[in-house]
């Protein structure tokens, strides 16, 4: 089951966000041979993402970073989208965050 997390985007600004993943103990979970995916959508049903975030994993402290460009969040229309993040290891795919993103709009252009 994954952990719900929203998300504040400033339309127009560079965006980054850190996943921290522990165990029940505590421990960091060990994500060696794992990668990371997640885009953002309008609806859950649309078809195409609004935005891929690019990813990065730090594997020594079991953290996922989630990146977006001020030109990618330029793109986005200011208001509610959804987006969700999996990590997958070979067939093993695990969806382990997900909420919503408020796209709040830029005013300096």
């Not at 041979?33 to 049903?45: D, E, H, L, V």
């Not at 994993?57 to 977006?68: G, P, R």
């Not at 969700?84 to 093993?92: K, L, N, P, Y």
Request: charge should be negative.
């Amino acid at each position: 089951m994954s952990t719900k997390a929203n998300l504040i985007i400033d339309q127009g600004s560079t965006f980054s966000t850190d996943l921290t993943l522990r165990d029940d103990n505590g421990d960091p979970l060990n994500l060696i041979g794992f990668s990371a995916n997640s885009q953002i959508r309008k609806w859950y049903t649309s078809t195409n993402p609004s935005a891929t975030f690019t990813t990065s994993i730090d594997i020594d402290n079991a953290i996922i970073t989630l990146t977006l460009t001020a030109n990618q969040t330029s793109n986005l229309v200011s208001g509610r989208y959804v987006y969700d993040v999996e990590i997958s290891a070979g067939t093993e795919v695990s969806r382990i965050v997900e909420g919503i993103v408020t796209v709040t709009p830029q005013v300096t252009r």
